[in-house]
């Protein structure tokens, strides 16, 4: 039955790649407010269109922040119940000036639609709906479905435990597919074993009780942009390895087998580098794709202080403004490498500076799906049945904070099964996703369903 759903599916891509350019219309950014009607609109999108599909139980989960969107399919006794995860919301699109066609209004280009959201991941969030709304409608999927479409991914799921304690009824499976988390590779076929884990920090130095005069007090005050550049100087070495004492006390070692995956996947850093005008950078011990996958890393992801404005201000500021973020590797535990690196920066600190940091959520771990899951051995089956070959397994530097919640919380595993490529802009002007991988995702999904249609509930448990 699989492969007549993706037959039907692929002779529909034309109208699907309609509904999706609709989707891509709707300017869901969850992190700015005055984006809040596109964010509600896109929630209405979804519900209609899963209460179309013929889904139940469609509704709203509430966890104080962004509704999640969820429906249900449980017309499969005995058959696994797999939650499908995607989220409908997306960066902000700014710079504009940078985009060649309007960041919301999809653009169709040498075979690949342009617009925010199109690779992460509303492209590959449709695939998922669409393949189950298909199989509804011939008559049944192989096993029960749970949609699980989040609105707060993109500012690190701060209400998803919140929203899962709330709403656990609609969240009983036994394993999550998710939509996220795409191909690490624009040749190689791959799977998708795990990803990074994220913590964030917020940090305000201040030198004196305020902003002074630069010709009265320079030079006998110090500058608090000076004193937080120092800081943050200091936390790698030259040659960009992290000089933080302690940092990588939990961090699980690189096996055999993450190196010859890793290896598999090397990537020519000249084009790599070429590729954005950049140098080479991080521990030249490790090769590029071990340094931007398995290993942690500290990012200062935005920095301020004193005056940013039009001409020039002559003030000695008082006040410096820096926001964190850590990836994380296997092992490590989010709320202890938070507290490591506040240590370190309040023992760097001089006398007569004081550190504020903002409270954040402790973060994510890193995930690993592990050897001989259902999961994976139903996934790689896929992959080499539509590519003719065996995948390559990768990990993400990027972060997913679901699957390491889902496990934690719900005792869930997660296969990330996305179809997005790395080369795709996310995040960056000029987004695209590859019309060639809407209908590969059309003809995988189908096929992915049915293998684990195949599995009992209790393997996909662990038991």
Same mark, same amino acid.
């Given at each position: ?255 055999? $087998?993450?190196?010859?995956? +890793?290896? =598999?996947? /090397?990537?020519?850093?000249? &084009? !790599?580098?070429?590729?954005? %005008?950049?140098? @080479? ?60 690196? $506040?240590?370190?920066?309040? +023992?760097? =600190?001089? /006398?007569?500076?004081?550190? &504020? !940091?903002?409270?954040?959520? %402790?973060?994510? @771990? ?98």
């Amino acid at each position: 039955m699989s492969e007549a759903v993706a037959e039907a599916l692929v002779a529909r891509k034309d109208e699907i790649l309609e509904r999706l350019k609709a989707l891509l219309r709707l300017p869901s950014v969850s992190t700015d407010p005055a984006y809040a009607e596109g964010m509600k609109a896109t929630r209405e999108f979804l519900l209609a269109r899963l209460k179309e599909a013929g889904l139940t139980d469609v509704r709203l989960l509430d966890g104080g922040g962004q509704p999640a969107v969820t429906g249900a399919w449980m017309g499969a006794p005995g058959k696994p119940t797999l939650i499908v995860y995607g989220h409908y919301d997306v960066q902000p699109p700014d710079p504009l000036n940078l985009w060649i066609s309007p960041p919301f209004e999809p653009t169709i280009r040498d075979g690949r639609i342009y617009a925010r959201g199109a690779s992460d991941v509303k492209g590959s969030t449709l695939i998922a709906v669409e393949t189950v709304a298909a199989f509804i409608a011939a008559g049944g999927c192989p096993v029960n479905i749970r949609f699980f479409l989040e609105g707060e991914e993109e500012i690190g799921s701060p209400s998803l435990l919140t929203l899962i304690e709330r709403n656990r009824d609609a969240l009983v499976a036994d394993a999550v597919l998710s939509a996220d988390g795409g191909r690490a590779s624009t040749t190689l076929p791959t799977v998708n074993v795990g990803s990074r884990g994220l913590t964030k920090l917020e940090v305000t130095l201040r030198t004196a009780s305020k902003d002074m005069h630069s010709g009265r007090y320079g030079g006998a005050v110090r500058n608090a942009n000076h004193e937080l550049a120092k800081l943050i100087a200091g936390l790698h070495d030259d040659a960009g390895r992290i000089a933080v004492p302690g940092f990588f006390d939990d961090l699980a070692p690189i096996g055999p $087998r993450e190196r010859a995956d +890793a290896a =598999a996947l /090397a990537m020519k850093e000249a &084009e !790599f580098y070429g590729d954005i %005008a950049a140098t @080479p950078y991080g521990d030249p011990a490790l090769g590029l794709r071990e340094r931007i996958t398995l290993m942690p890393t500290i990012e200062v992801n935005g920095m301020w202080g004193g005056y940013t404005g039009a001409g020039s201000k002559t003030v000695l500021p008082c006040e410096a403004h820096a926001k964190f973020t850590m990836r994380l590797g296997p092992g490590q535990d989010p709320a202890r490498v938070q507290k490591v690196l $506040r240590g370190h920066l309040l +023992a760097k =600190a001089p /006398a007569g500076v004081t550190l &504020e !940091f903002l409270d954040q959520d %402790a973060g994510s @771990p890193a995930f690993t799906l592990r050897e001989g899951h259902p999961l994976l051995v139903a996934a790689e089956r896929v992959i080499e049945t539509t590519t003719g070959r065996a995948p390559v397994r990768a990990r993400i530097g990027g972060t997913l904070p679901i699957t390491a919640i889902f496990q934690e919380t719900l005792g869930l595993d997660t296969l990330m099964f996305g179809y997005a490529m790395p080369d795709e802009d996310v995040h960056a002007p000029n987004e695209f996703f590859r019309l060639s991988s809407l209908e590969e995702g059309l003809r995988g999904w189908p096929l992915l369903l049915s293998e684990l249609g195949k599995v009992t509930p209790e393997a996909l448990r662990g038991r």
